[in-house]
């Protein structure tokens, strides 16, 4: 990504991070996080909740994980390492996760990784 991309990325993350601060803190619920993700869209980055369905290490050193979306679609992509530990962890412990992304849910693109709890 060149610095013009990781300057839009930079402001973008900024702006959900300034926006999310304001929100209440409650329980985790699907409706808390449809508001999150309509959240998410207005800062102009893209919310997606799934499973992931593969992850692991190829042979270069690299991380490859199929993110599955709720009712939607799986993307396969290199992710990076901060990213792959949160996927591994969902997958061993069966959680969900909520990725946030400028895009498509792929490795590039990826702004937040975080699990949840349903």
């Not at 009712?71 to 990076?80: C, E, I, K, Q």
């Not at 909520?98 to 709890?117: A, H, K, T």
Request: hydrophobic residues 45%.
């Amino acid at each position: 990504m060149d610095q013009a991309g990781n300057n839009e990325l930079a402001a973008m993350t900024e702006a959900l991070e300034s926006a999310f601060a304001n929100v209440s803190r409650t329980s985790v619920t699907d409706l808390g996080f449809r508001q999150l993700s309509e959240l998410a869209e207005e800062v102009g980055v893209s919310s997606f909740i799934g499973r992931i369905a593969l992850a692991g290490q190829n042979s270069d050193g690299t991380f490859r994980v199929q993110f599955n979306v709720d009712g939607d679609g799986g993307f396969v992509s290199l992710w990076p390492k901060w990213a792959f530990e949160l996927a591994k962890s969902a997958l061993l412990s069966d959680k969900k996760i909520w990725v946030i992304s400028n895009g498509d849910p792929l490795g590039d693109n990826l702004v937040q990784v975080n699990l949840v709890g349903f």
